[in-house]
């Protein structure tokens, strides 16, 4: 069992920046992939980054390469998500997932959730 709590979120104008945490307990961190997932207003939930358990390989959903970077500590039990240069389309729910299998744009469902956390970007 897995609990993940995100911290971070908050209001932030067009081309600020944000950096969102998530704070793992329960079975050992290294052993999952953690990523991110976001959830706008009558959209569905989409994907947003991943990192792998171990070696640091990232992934990005297309709409955020460049602008969000997606980093663990794997001694701190915690992943981040650093969004600078951020639109008022990033504006949504984020989610924080842990999963023992690989995530990326195509993962529908993970492991574990946390609860979330808002972000809003004003324009």
């Known amino acids: 069992q897995v609990q993940l709590v995100e911290s971070g979120g908050g209001l932030v104008q067009a081309g600020g920046s944000l950096r969102l945490s998530c704070a793992a307990s329960?079975?050992?961190?290294?052993?999952?992939?953690m990523g991110w997932f976001r959830q706008a207003p009558g959209k569905e939930r989409e994907f947003v980054s991943a990192?792998?358990?171990?070696?640091?390989?990232?992934r990005y959903a297309e709409s955020v390469k460049g602008r969000f970077t997606i980093s663990r500590d794997n001694a701190k039990n915690t992943v981040y998500l650093q969004m600078n240069s951020l639109k008022p389309e990033d504006t949504a729910v984020y989610y924080c997932?842990?999963?023992?299998?690989?995530?990326?744009?195509?993962?529908?469902?993970?492991?574990?959730w946390g609860r979330g956390t808002q972000v809003t970007v004003s324009s």
């Open positions: 990192i792998e358990r171990i070696g640091g390989s990232t």
């Open positions: 997932a842990a999963d023992t299998s690989r995530i990326d744009s195509s993962t529908y469902d993970v492991g574990y």
């Open positions: 329960g079975r050992t961190f290294s052993v999952y992939a």
